[in-house]
């Protein structure tokens, strides 16, 4: 079992921004991948980034490629993801999500999920 708990959310200003951080615990040696998701009321969860654990390539979705940044802490175990330029339309409940097996955009190939922190940003 891998238990994530997520932080960092809040409200910003249009092109402002913040960091989310995802701490994982329990049996983390085996984690893969680590990723983002987000989701609006209504909605379908929706891929935001992904890094590789131990390899270091990372994913973004296009609507935030060139603002976000998905990074991680190995020691700290720590996942991050630094959202600049935030944009209203990327006001959603952020989750961050980890597998054992490689990247994937499907949220239903996670096994693990964070509960997930609210991020608004106002126009």
């Known amino acids: 079992q891998v238990q994530l708990v997520e932080s960092g959310g809040g409200l910003v200003q249009a092109g402002g921004s913040l960091r989310l951080s995802c701490a994982a615990s329990g049996r983390t040696f085996s984690i893969a991948t680590m990723a983002w998701f987000r989701q609006v009321p209504g909605q379908e969860r929706e891929f935001v980034a992904a890094?590789?654990?131990?390899?270091?390539?990372?994913y973004y979705a296009d609507s935030v490629k060139g603002r976000f940044t998905i990074s991680r802490d190995n020691a700290r175990i720590t996942a991050y993801l630094q959202m600049n330029g935030l944009k209203p339309e990327d006001t959603a409940v952020y989750y961050c999500?980890?597998?054992?097996?490689?990247?994937?955009?499907?949220?239903?190939?996670?096994?693990?999920w964070g509960q997930g922190t609210q991020v608004t940003v106002s126009s």
């Open positions: 890094s590789s654990w131990r390899y270091g390539p990372t």
């Open positions: 999500a980890a597998e054992y097996a490689l990247w994937t955009m499907m949220p239903s190939e996670y096994r693990y």
